[in-house]
């Protein structure tokens, strides 16, 4: 596996979730009018087929990201964590806000990665499985404890069962 670091300074998130997804293997368009089910139901398949992870970020906020191959520093601390599959098809994968899958979901000419370069949300990878584990840092309830990411995404090389759900959120 290849070294990285890539930071994303500020990730706009009007809605509570974010996420990771394979922007050339997930299929996005779901309907002009599509209800929360079958938005949610959308979100579900994807996962299933491993080209997207959510997670519910417990708060609307201005989030920085870091995505690494490296493990999280053991001194910052996990208000919480999940651990999910991706593949990567099509060399990249994109940190998204819940805003940019739902206009993805509406309109057929709207791409899941649209915003990457506004936000530098793209991360180039080498295709393959990767095991993704999502941890939150800071707890939007509460005031900050360090100068860190609010979100830690760790990549590694590997296989594990799929999300049956959206992490950290219920319907």
Known sequence: MI?????IEEMADDSGFLGLVDPHAYRSFVDEDWTLETLFGRFRSEMQRK???????????????DVSATALDPAL??????VGPITVTGGELVVVNYE??????????????????MYRSG?????????????????PTV??????????????????PHWVDVAWFEL
């Not at 080209?51 to 990201?65: F, K, Q, V």
């Not at 601390?77 to 999940?82: E, F, S």
Request: proline fraction near 4%; aromatic fraction near 8%; charged fraction near 25%.
């Open 123 to 139: 991360i180039e990878l080498p295709n393959g499985d990767y095991v993704c584990t999502v941890s939150q840092l800071t707890d």
């Open 143 to 160: 005031d900050r404890v360090h100068d860190g990411p609010d979100f830690h995404l760790h990549l590694a090389a590997g296989r594990v």
């Open 77 to 82: 601390p996990v208000v919480r964590q999940a």
């Open 3 to 7: 070294q990285f670091l890539h930071r």
């Open 100 to 117: 940019t899958v739902t206009m993805s979901a509406q309109f057929e000419d709207c791409a899941v990665d649209a915003d990457k370069d």
């Open 51 to 65: 080209t997207l992870l959510l997670w519910g970020t417990g708060g609307e906020d201005e989030w920085r990201i």
